[in-house]
């Protein structure tokens, strides 16, 4: 156990989402932690398959959420930001990319997040996965079937000193976990009234790098869908844009992509 988050480290797996949901079912406390170097089957976001070679860091944690299952949807940014937290506390300077991707300051791809529900162990529960590359792989971070890949970055490129596996793990899984028990407690104060990132709205706002500027939206097939400035991100995690022609269209993570115009 390392700063209060018991960390299970495996060199190489399938999926760091399924060993942590495999002991989610067993009973395995909330906070409990899987990470690996090196996923063969890591899963994103919409079913792509995540790319995650050697040099990254795959991690998953198990969490208990008390809140209603139609906000568990959140979790997922809340994820982001316990991410972006852990790795400031480092010295990196990161940020989030709409929906779930971690970015440097030049909006290179370093991770993301992304989460899994399941029932076992005593009730409902959800797997939050954090990657992050240590190491810039060779040409971009993507996911498979992602119509816009952004350049990636390394975390080596960004710190003098890079922790090893298991602090950094840690410090990862205790990041998301005390993310998740405040947004608990926004939803119990009534925050989720405006939906699952009521409690983080304003802090998803400011972190968005690309907020206030001009975009274009791309379709999960590439095609752009829309063009004009990102004017905004609502309660359930829906972005605006704004046309040239002053028409506000709204697009969920599902519908598509944000990148620089």
Request: aromatic fraction near 4%.
């Amino acid at each position: 156990m390392v700063g209060g988050t018991v960390v299970d480290v495996v060199g190489t797996c399938a999926s760091v989402l399924d060993e942590a949901a495999s002991l989610a079912r067993e009973g395995v406390p909330a906070g409990t932690c899987v990470a690996a170097r090196e996923q063969t089957a890591g899963r994103a976001r919409l079913g792509r398959v995540w790319e995650s070679p050697a040099e990254g860091l795959a991690v998953a944690v198990v969490l208990r959420p008390k809140a209603p299952m139609g906000l568990l949807s959140g979790l997922s940014s809340v994820a982001g930001l316990g991410a972006v937290d852990a790795l400031r506390a480092l010295g990196a300077p990161v940020s989030l990319a709409w929906p779930d991707d971690v970015v440097d300051a030049c909006g290179r791809k370093l991770g993301g997040a992304v989460c899994s529900a399941g029932y076992g162990g005593g009730g409902v529960f959800v797997v939050a996965g954090v990657y992050v590359n240590v190491l810039p792989p060779d040409g971009d971070l993507a996911t498979a079937g992602s119509p816009a890949p952004r350049e990636a970055a390394g975390l080596a490129s960004l710190l003098d000193t890079v922790p090893g596996l298991e602090t950094l793990a840690a410090a990862i899984g205790d990041a998301v976990v005390s993310r998740v028990r405040a947004w608990e407690d926004g939803i119990a104060a009534g925050q989720g009234t405006a939906g699952p990132l009521g409690p983080v709205l304003s802090e998803w706002f400011d972190e968005m790098p690309l907020m206030g500027r001009e975009v274009r939206v791309l379709l999960p097939d590439g095609r752009v869908a829309a063009e004009g400035m990102l004017a905004g991100i609502d309660g359930w995690g829906r972005v605006t844009v704004r046309t040239d022609d002053g028409r506000e269209l709204e697009f969920s993570s599902e519908q598509g992509s944000v990148r620089p115009r």
